[in-house]
């Protein structure tokens, strides 16, 4: 059996899939199996691509679409590696990926997710300057982009990527539920993901009401979590806070100390659950 599995789900991004399988290709270790799962493509140029790939060792999966939290979950289920990478059709990877995230997850069995630094390419290039990996910072600040490496054998202790998240970060709400579970985090401090900018992914920006139903979502599904760390929600809360100018800044900051420990007081907290440093100017 393969080490690793890496599942490309495609919807109608068959201008690009080549590209992404090519990257997968082009690895140092060579322990690996592709596994692309059409997601219902309408496009007849993406059909005719994907059904190319029939006589390539490439193992092609047909499904209805679902949306790519289910495609993902149905190329899983078919793989047969120790370690997933979920690529998606329209990105790629460095040529020492798979080589240097499989050896973290052979040598270190409580590391649980490897990713790397990451850049774009395409219509916009650059840099992807995501802060680094912390906890608890990532409850309120996604850091771990969905191309990661996790054990397949976590992602079925998890139940796998959840419906529930139809509206987008079905990706930061698995490596939450990996996280909750216990699993370490690991970043190669090196550019091996390379993020694709075009017009498709770069016009849908989420509105403010969008990210406040993913946020709720989020909380509910790991909403232990979110309540033993909630000092990390409202010190979030607190930098992005603004006073008035010319305000009287006592009687805001008492305002807000006031609404935070009525909050507090609304989902049962101890008194302790946050550190306050007041700043003087």
């Known amino acids: 059996m393969p080490i690793?599995?890496?599942?490309?789900?495609?919807?109608?991004?068959?201008?690009?899939?080549r590209e992404a399988i090519a990257s997968?290709?082009?690895?140092?270790?060579?322990?690996?199996?592709?596994?692309?799962?059409?997601?219902?493509?309408?496009?007849?140029?993406?059909?005719?691509?994907?059904?190319?790939?029939?006589?390539?060792?490439?193992?092609?999966?047909?499904?209805?679409?679902?949306?790519?939290?289910?495609?993902?979950?149905?190329?899983?289920?078919?793989?047969?590696?120790?370690?997933?990478?979920?690529?998606?059709?329209?990105?790629?990877i460095g040529r020492e990926y798979l080589e240097k995230a499989v050896a973290v997850l052979d040598a270190e069995p409580g590391i649980g997710i490897v990713y790397c630094e990451a850049e774009f390419f395409g219509?916009?290039?650059?840099?992807?300057?995501?802060?680094?990996?912390?906890?608890?910072?990532?409850l309120v600040s996604p850091r771990i982009f969905a191309c990661a490496f996790?054990?397949?054998?976590?992602w079925e202790t998890a139940g796998g990527y959840s419906s529930e998240m139809e509206a987008g970060w079905e990706d930061y709400d698995f490596w939450l539920s990996l996280i909750e579970r216990g699993a370490g985090v690991h970043r190669i401090p090196e550019v091996l993901f390379y993020y694709r900018q075009h017009p498709g992914n770069m016009t849908t920006g989420l509105s403010r009401e969008q990210y406040v139903g993913l946020f709720k979502r989020l909380f509910h599904?790991?909403?232990?979590?979110?309540?033993?760390?909630?000092?990390?929600?409202?010190?979030?809360?607190v930098s992005h806070w603004e006073i008035p100018p010319h305000a009287p800044r006592n009687r805001h900051l008492t305002r807000l100390l006031v609404a935070l420990s009525a909050l507090r007081a609304r989902l049962g907290l101890p008194v302790r659950f946050w550190r306050w440093r007041r700043k003087t100017r």
């Open 24 to 92: 997968v290709e082009q690895q140092t270790f060579r322990d690996f199996e592709i596994l692309v799962v059409d997601d219902g493509s309408t496009l007849p140029e993406s059909v005719q691509t994907i059904d190319s790939l029939r006589c390539s060792p490439v193992d092609v999966i047909r499904t209805a679409n679902k949306g790519l939290a289910a495609a993902r979950n149905t190329g899983i289920s078919r793989s047969r590696g120790k370690y997933i990478l979920p690529l998606d059709a329209d990105d790629k």
């Open 221 to 237: 599904r790991h909403r232990d979590m979110y309540l033993n760390h909630i000092d990390a929600l409202f010190s979030a809360i």
């Open 123 to 138: 219509a916009v290039r650059g840099r992807w300057e995501l802060p680094p990996y912390a906890f608890p910072d990532i």
């Open 150 to 154: 996790f054990r397949r054998s976590a």
């Open 4 to 17: 690793v599995s890496v599942v490309i789900p495609c919807y109608n991004q068959g201008e690009y899939l």
